[in-house]
């Protein structure tokens, strides 16, 4: 009997068991890891070429007395990126006068020593210090001061990024080597630097996701989440965000230094890293984590947004200090006339202004042609109504050459000269007193008026002018207006930086007196 019943009871629990299970599922897999966002890439983004961003301008200065050679981007037309620039320029600077003791005076150098071109070198950031300083158009003379150089980090829509460095040396040796990266929205002029371009949350995140990256890396086949990082691995790794630079995909990436580590690795066993990596953070996870600048950058350049600087005169080269920059103001007389428009495209071809001492009987016919000077930054200033000798007037008529060129001038553009030229440079208390206005003279007279032999002429004007000098010409001649072109070149490849007269004066019209240079 028993032996009848046990394969009963064996069948009756076989199909008990058979009626509580579930059907298979044949696409079944076992619980994996959360996608990775972040990656790890070979390279950092390339910096731009500073000659492909529109609206963009360099300013350059050398000095080898003191030993400083350097270049920076600046923006025409946003003057708080400008100023920025200028600023970290003006520091290094600043500290190689504490070092030897000596003033910044602006320097000039003999024609073809190569000046005018002043924007950033692409990739000079990133080269070896010590080639920089070697590079006779990076470094200082002789290898020994300071080098500061630019790189073009991001230019699309109206956000541009720039890295500035500032490397030190003694003879040819770098002592100190330093970088700081900002960037600008160029429409609100806002600036920040690279930890900027993140929110407030970003770094715990971040420090979690490489935490987490790396866990898995080491062999951990745990799912559970890093446990969040202390405060103090929090401002750590803010530290590190400082090295964000964005890709041209709108992703960002930033340098994650050797000897990075966690809680979650130390409890792995896991050693330290031991080299640098490049991780990337896909545009995906850069607009959750990413500040209002950094979403507006990021999805920028995923677009391919080109980019938008401001308007600007097309005279102006950014925010240009006559203390560190050595300017000249090209100052030209008679007009306006028939040639005035060809000298106002080279000035503009070269980012370049001058100062133009108008005639007020000439006012009527050339209105355009002031008010193109106006509107492409450069100055009108008056230079009486018929170009008579003033001394031989009396005050009265005096009075009435320079009200009557006043008003022309400003019923014609809506702007009042702040200062006069003396016709002949003839002048005395009688006339200065009349006047009301500063006398503006010249220290280099090019006697355009002359003829000269086109050579003789444009050496006149850039071989004889220093820092501060007004030079003399003519908008009227012909052979004056051909030369402009070369004079101009010629002078910013000594290191001038062609500015009007109120600017060579600090941005103000020089006081009652006459004046022959700013120096």
Not at 77 to 98: F, H, K, N, Q, Y
Request: hydrophobic share 45%; with cysteine.
């Amino acid at each position: 009997m028993r032996r009848v019943l046990a394969p009963i009871v064996g069948l009756v629990a076989a199909l008990t068991l058979a009626g509580c299970m579930q059907p298979s599922d044949p696409d079944w897999m076992p619980r994996g890891w959360n996608a990775q966002d972040l990656r790890v890439v070979e390279e950092a983004p390339s910096p731009l070429s500073a000659g492909d961003v529109p609206g963009l301008a360099g300013e350059r200065v050398r000095n080898d007395t003191l030993g400083v050679q350097a270049r920076v981007a600046v923006v025409p037309g946003a003057p708080a990126v400008s100023t920025a620039a200028m600023e970290r320029l003006r520091a290094a600077i600043d500290a190689r006068e504490a070092s030897t003791g000596r003033a910044m005076r602006p320097e000039v150098f003999a024609r073809e020593a190569g000046l005018a071109e002043r924007r950033c070198v692409a990739g000079s950031t990133l080269r070896p210090a010590g080639d920089v300083i070697a590079d006779p158009a990076l470094g200082p003379v002789g290898g020994t001061g300071t080098a500061v150089v630019c790189d073009i980090l991001a230019a699309t829509a109206s956000v541009i990024g720039q890295r500035i460095r500032t490397i030190d040396a003694v003879g040819g040796a770098p002592t100190a080597d330093r970088a700081e990266v900002f960037f600008a929205d160029v429409a609100s002029g806002e600036i920040v630097g690279a930890r900027g371009l993140w929110g407030v949350e970003a770094a715990a995140s971040l420090w979690s996701e490489v935490s987490d990256m790396l866990r898995r890396e080491a062999g951990s086949l745990s799912l559970a989440p890093v446990d969040p990082p202390d405060a103090a691995a929090v401002e750590g790794f803010a530290g590190i965000l400082d090295t964000t630079v964005p890709a041209p995909d709108g992703s960002f990436v930033f340098r994650l230094p050797a000897g990075f580590t966690s809680p979650a690795l130390d409890a792995l066993g896991a050693a330290a890293s031991s080299a640098e990596r490049l991780i990337a953070v896909p545009p995906a996870r850069v607009t959750v984590l990413a500040s209002p600048l950094g979403v507006t950058l990021s999805n920028a350049l995923a677009a391919g947004a080109a980019f938008r600087a401001p308007d600007a005169p097309p005279t102006r080269t950014g925010t240009t200090d006559c203390r560190l920059a050595a300017c000249v103001a090209l100052t030209f007389d008679d007009g306006p006339g028939p040639l005035t428009p060809g000298i106002l495209d080279a000035l503009a071809a070269e980012r370049s202004a001058a100062t133009f001492y108008a005639i007020g009987r000439n006012v009527a016919g050339g209105a355009d042609t002031l008010r193109r000077m106006v509107t492409e930054g450069n100055e009108l200033a008056n230079h009486t109504w018929n170009h008579p000798q003033l001394p031989t007037l009396d005050e009265a008529a005096i009075g009435r050459q320079i009200r009557d060129t006043q008003n022309a001038i400003r019923d014609a553009t809506g702007v009042t000269p702040t200062t006069f030229r003396p016709p002949y440079g003839e002048y005395d208390d009688k006339v200065l007193k009349a006047a009301r206005l500063p006398a503006i003279l010249w220290d280099v007279d090019t006697n355009d008026w002359q003829q000269p032999d086109p050579e003789v002429l444009v050496a006149r004007a850039v071989d004889r002018a220093q820092p501060r000098s007004i030079v003399l010409m003519h908008d009227v001649h012909e052979l004056t207006a051909r030369v402009t072109p070369e004079v101009i070149r010629g002078l910013r490849d000594r290191g001038f930086t062609l500015v009007t007269v109120t600017e060579l004066f600090g941005g103000t019209a020089p006081p009652s007196g006459a004046w022959r240079s700013a120096r």
